[in-house]
């Protein structure tokens, strides 16, 4: 394939994969950088890539890996901040709280900060706008393009995982 090939169907492919990036991560940010990083993965292969050949399920498939690259690189990294980190973070201490009361309050954050990283990243995204942010179904069906009756199970869900896993934590 040359590069003029390439440029002419760049465009589509890059809608390809910014689609799996925010199915998979859910959010533009992330997505953009699926999309970007996937189609420098794959003008690195243009001269291998057949010039007639539909190539939508070879961009989906680099974009996937892209999206576990990005994970990956999150989970090896402790200096990145993640945004359940962020908005999980401990209480300041109450006044007239004991030193127990702020300990156990901090060790409970923790465990809700952890156990919202095993979460899937979709499932985490629908939580925090339900659970953290305080959005109502409506609005998160607008924003998501998910149906009311599938955000609530997977709401639902990820709540159950999360207790599950901070019951787990602190036993």
Do not use: W
């Given at each position: ?148 009756p599938s955000i609530k199970s997977i709401v639902s869900a990820a709540r159950k995982k999360v207790f599950e896993e901070i019951k787990r934590l602190r036993t």
């Open positions: 394939m040359t590069q003029e090939e390439f440029e002419h169907i760049a465009p589509m492919l890059r809608e390809l994969m910014l689609s799996v990036g925010r199915s998979f991560f859910g959010n533009d940010d992330d997505a953009e950088d699926v999309a970007q990083e996937g189609l420098v993965a794959l003008l690195r292969y243009m001269d291998r890539m057949d010039s007639g050949a539909q190539h939508d399920a070879l961009a989906i498939r680099v974009a996937k890996h892209c999206c576990m690259d990005k994970v990956r690189k999150r989970k090896a990294s402790p200096f990145v901040t993640t945004q359940a980190n962020e908005r999980f973070s401990p209480p300041d201490r109450d006044v007239g709280a004991s030193p127990h009361e702020v300990l156990e309050a901090k060790e409970l954050h923790e465990a809700v900060n952890k156990a919202v990283q095993h979460l899937k990243p979709s499932e985490r995204r629908l939580f925090e706008m339900r659970q953290i942010e305080g959005l109502e179904l409506d609005e998160i069906a607008r924003l998501t393009n998910i149906a009311k």
